[in-house]
């Protein structure tokens, strides 16, 4: 069973940066795509970042320019580095895996940006 599990999520002050962290139990090169997702309260989550099996990233445009994803084979990890945080970055946090079946997804992580 595919499980992924999220951590470094916290609270930071506007302009601040945090990175987050997602650990795979199998090799990430098994997925077509891993990303991260999030969703904040009364809103609908939304895909922020993402990058596939050939390592072609897509951002969404909120948070291009600031956000970075990226993988470590060797550890099965994916990152997320965010960086210029403003308060509308705040959310839960989801990493999620992708294949031709079915989709994984963690438990997510929170993120507050606040002064």
């Known amino acids: 069973q595919v499980h992924l599990v999220e951590s470094g999520g916290g609270s930071v002050q506007p302009g601040g940066s945090l990175r987050l962290s997602c650990a795979v139990s199998?090799?990430?090169?098994?997925?077509?795509?891993v990303g991260w997702s999030r969703q904040a309260p009364g809103k609908q989550r939304e895909l922020v970042a993402s990058i596939n099996v050939g390592g072609s990233q897509n951002y969404a445009d909120s948070v291009k320019g600031r956000f970075t994803i990226s993988r470590e084979a060797a550890t099965n990890t994916v990152y997320l580095q965010m960086d210029s945080l403003k308060p509308e970055d705040t959310a839960i946090y989801y990493c999620?895996?992708?294949?031709?079946?079915?989709?994984?997804w963690g438990q997510g992580t929170q993120v507050t940006v606040s002064s």
């Open positions: 999620s895996g992708h294949m031709l079946s079915r989709s994984y």
């Open positions: 199998e090799s990430i090169f098994n997925f077509n795509a």
